[in-house]
């Protein structure tokens, strides 16, 4: 079960971090052995599943990320694709390396309500040597309903 790092102490170093291949790192969030980032807790989403190539979020949007005419805030939408899709990189990029967002786009379909369980679906097109790209979407978990799409650029970084 995932486990949110509430203080800089609860991340790992870079050391620990560069020891282990994007997969390993996400797979570490995802059963627990290892924090997930605080943006999840703050924008109300989880890493569910990963795989490689692959990373999912679920979560459910609340009024406490609503904009001042009460829908979701479009970046809430935003913050969840970069999460699935720069994620979804991460699964690929090997021990010794970082990776980072270098730009994404998404496109918001459709008004989702707020308490409506979703999930946020990030898949790679291609990881190389210095960039990745994925794409991904937010879907209704009950109603199977497209909410938005997007698409991103992210660099691949050696350090160790």
Not at 64 to 73: L, R, S
Not at 94 to 105: A, C, F, H, I, Q
Request: some cysteine.
């Amino acid at each position: 079960m995932p486990r949110i790092a509430t203080k800089p102490q609860d991340l790992l170093s870079q050391s620990e971090a560069l020891a282990l291949s994007g997969l390993e790192f996400m797979q570490s969030i995802l059963d627990g052995t290892n924090p997930g980032p605080p943006i999840g807790a703050t924008m109300g989403y989880t890493l569910q599943a990963v795989e490689e190539g692959r990373a999912v979020f679920r979560g459910t949007p609340e009024f406490n990320v609503t904009n001042p005419m009460g829908t979701v805030h479009g970046g809430w939408y935003g913050t969840l694709l970069d999460s699935a899709m720069a994620c979804a990189v991460m699964t690929k990029v090997p021990r010794g390396s970082v990776y980072t967002t270098l730009e994404y786009k998404i496109n918001i379909l459709r008004a989702l309500p707020l308490g409506t369980q979703i999930d946020c679906i990030g898949v790679t097109d291609h990881v190389g040597r210095s960039t990745g790209v994925a794409h991904g979407e937010i879907r209704g978990v009950q109603d199977g309903k497209l909410y938005a799409t997007g698409s991103t650029t992210c660099i691949v970084m050696k350090i160790a």
